[in-house]
């Protein structure tokens, strides 16, 4: 009687290794500050709409928009998250697949982050009156836009990360690239146009000296923030750090803008009820150097001894027409950014 030979069984598959940290932590980080930004521009919107009865129905109308798309964003990504998190809680390969609500982020984030540029790109315009400039930032804006918007697509088709970093890995990083150039065209550019409306005025040079550093400062946080990503993703292409990073670059960038509308009274408090002694034969030179002509249809002088002192105290109060005047120096920043 001859005995069987025992089954064998097939060898197992080696273990994949999934680390947690750089995967769903990583976004699940991102998520959480993506939320406290949420909060911060729903309270921007809120004192936006309370307080500002100046701007275009055309402007709130976008402001509003963007807030919903906002909103539209966090819901979706909080579905990502959600995924990764609870629904494969017992699945880690999961984390290796392109969900469509993550694809959806994609999307959006892109049609936020260009609309905020234009509008950026539109007040510079407002504030120089010349349309060279927007060729600097219009262009970029808008392949960085069709970039974004087929990344959305590739991940939607894509089965996992790794198939779409060798789809759209390169393209990723020029994306934010050029989204990183745009934005320190659009700050440049602002910096100048500012810089070339220095008045002489002590306290006008600090409000422009001030909103120039805003520009910077914004410039430079929302840089970081796409280089780091780009970084990120051609250092580290295995793990999913470099779209928690880029996670809240919409937010972001939409909050400065809101910030910037916002803050136009207290940019106008700077100067407002200050009252700034004038003497005549300084007068014309400066206004020749801001570019501004009819001193007569600007100010009205509350104070004037011109015989006697030949100085004219002019109060910011006083100021009847600005329209000739800068937009971000206008009175209570009624056409400011």
């Not at 930004?37 to 402001?63: M, P």
């Not at 918007?149 to 990360?161: C, E, Q, R």
């Not at 051609?234 to 803050?263: D, E, G, R």
Request: net charge neutral.
């Amino acid at each position: 009687m001859t005995q069987s030979a025992p089954q064998m069984s097939p060898p197992s598959a080696p273990p994949v290794a999934i680390h947690l940290d750089n995967t769903l932590g990583a976004i699940l980080v991102g998520l959480i500050v993506l939320a406290v930004l949420y909060g911060v521009t729903s309270l921007q919107v809120y004192v936006y709409f309370h307080r500002d009865k100046r701007d275009s129905r055309l402007l709130k109308s976008v402001v509003l928009f963007q807030w919903l798309l906002l909103t539209v964003y966090l819901a979706f990504d909080s579905q990502a998250v959600y995924y990764y998190a609870v629904t494969s809680f017992m699945n880690p390969l999961a984390l290796e697949e392109c969900t469509w609500s993550l694809a959806s982020t994609v999307i959006i984030g892109t049609i936020i982050v260009a609309t905020t540029t234009l509008m950026f790109a539109y007040k510079i315009y407002k504030l120089g009156g010349c349309s060279r400039p927007l060729f600097l930032i219009i262009p970029p804006q808008l392949a960085g836009f069709v970039m974004g918007v087929g990344i959305g697509i590739k991940t939607l088709m894509a089965p996992d990360f790794q198939e779409l970093e060798a789809q759209v890995g390169w393209v990723w990083n020029a994306h934010f690239a050029i989204q990183a150039f745009s934005d320190c065209t659009l700050s440049a550019v602002l910096c100048i146009m500012l810089a070339k409306r220095r008045t002489g005025f002590r306290t006008s040079d600090t409000l422009i000296q001030t909103i120039i550093r805003y520009s910077i400062n914004t410039c430079a946080l929302t840089d970081a923030v796409s280089i780091a990503s780009v970084v990120a993703n051609a250092t580290m292409p295995n793990n999913l750090i470099h779209i928690a990073i880029i996670q809240v670059f919409p937010s972001m960038l939409y909050n400065s803008l809101l910030a910037l509308l916002n803050s136009r009274d207290a940019f106008s408090n700077m100067i407002g009820g200050q009252v700034v002694s004038v003497h005549l034969s300084n007068l014309r030179g400066a206004y020749r150097q801001s570019g501004v002509v009819g001193v007569n249809a600007v100010v009205r002088p509350n104070v004037i001894d011109i015989e006697s002192q030949g100085v004219v105290n002019i109060s910011a109060h006083d100021m009847e027409d600005t329209s000739t005047l800068s937009p971000k120096l206008a009175s209570h920043g009624g056409s400011y950014a």
